[in-house]
């Protein structure tokens, strides 16, 4: 995963491990205590809400954010002419505005802040626009916080 983000690293790509925190988590894997999802492959893109104009936005880079994010047409304009990476994101950015329509005003503020404060990281993955792995479906998938 790229972005704002940057790569979401595998237990092993991450090299300031100590031993004791690996153990940690074989322990808790092995006890069936550890909370975990499957590292996904999509393209990434954050998203949130601006209050203010009523619109959905998101984000590729921190520029992005500090501009206020990305409207469907900017978003649009930034991927044109990329073929099935274009539908890919444009198909998750409308299907994103669609979910977000469903909250009320007071949901909205407090998931995405007063004035498009809050992004949530997400990754776009589509059949017709693989990275490394080859999903069947088309998801939007939003990562969770713990």
Sequence with gaps: ?????????????????????????????????????????????????????????????????????????????????????TDAFVNAFDAFERAVESFSDEEKRELFGPNTNVYYNAEVMDPANANVINYDKKTFLIHRLL
Excluded at 16 to 25: A, E, L, R
Excluded at 51 to 75: E, F, H
């Design 1 to 85: 995963m790229g972005g704002v983000f940057g790569h979401m690293s595998h237990i092993y790509d991450n090299p300031y491990m100590t031993f004791g925190q690996i153990k940690d988590v074989m322990n808790k894997a092995s006890s069936g205590e550890l909370r975990g999802t499957e590292k996904t492959d999509g393209q990434n893109l954050f998203v949130s809400y601006n209050i203010n104009d009523g619109t959905v936005r998101a984000a590729r880079n921190k520029g992005n954010i500090k501009a206020g994010g990305m409207t469907a047409a900017d978003l649009l304009d930034k991927f044109a002419g990329r073929g099935a990476l």
